[in-house]
Nanobody, 124 residues
Framework: QAQLVESGGGSVQTGDSLMLSCAAP????????MGWFRQAPGKEREFIAA????????YNVEAVKGRFAISRDSAKSMVYLRMNSLTPEDTAVYFC?????????????????WGQGTQVTVSS
């Protein structure tokens, strides 16, 4: 199974930006569909964005409202989540996940490899 390691979380103010990174084993990003999820205290894990191995992406439009962008660097086996205009509602643990090749899925059950998560805290 792919070992995924997230980084880039932190404590920021409303309106700030963050770039989350997910390091995957060599060639994993070239093969798998990669996704980002988040889980706030007391809430279900929520889909944020996903990108297929051919670059097709999909977003939880209601949650991100055009503020987030997923990207990947296959050569470095990295996946990124750029987050702009952060609000306190974005406070959560953010997880990177990998799914078998295919169209980017919004379903948590499609992903069988997960990182440990990185905390993002946005204060007003």
């Amino acid at each position: 199974q792919a070992q995924l390691v997230e980084s880039g979380g932190g404590s920021v103010q409303t309106g700030d930006s963050l770039m989350l990174s997910c390091a995957a084993p060599p060639r994993a990003v070239m093969w798998y569909t990669m996704g980002w999820f988040r889980q706030a205290p007391g809430k279900e894990r929520e889909f944020i964005a996903a990108i297929s191995r051919i670059g097709t992406s999909t977003y939880n439009v209601e949650a991100v409202k055009g503020r987030f962008a997923i990207s990947r660097d296959s050569a470095k086996s990295m996946v990124y989540l750029r987050m702009n205009s952060l609000t306190p509602e974005d406070t959560a643990v953010y997880f990177c996940a990998a799914a078998q090749p295919g169209s980017p899925s919004r379903e948590r059950t499609s992903y069988d490899n997960w990182g440990q998560g990185t905390q993002v805290t946005v204060s007003s």
